[in-house]
């Protein structure tokens, strides 16, 4: 799941609003995740729980 937010929905909020903000997007702050942040936005990227499983893959291949 990858998910981009401009630079004021994450910089300077408090804690608890972007994990409510990260939860009501389907993101969970509390299993690993990636956060890049560029010049205009915040990615967040986290893999599903099915890939996390299956280390990315199918599970029949």
Known sequence: ???DFTLDQILGRNPREVSRLFKS????PDR???AQI???NV????DTFSEEK???RHALE
């Open 1 to 3: 799941m990858r998910l």
């Open 43 to 46: 990615i967040i990227e986290q």
């Open 54 to 56: 299956t280390g990315g």
């Open 38 to 40: 560029t010049l205009n």
């Open 25 to 28: 997007l389907g993101l969970d």
């Open 32 to 34: 690993p995740y990636r």
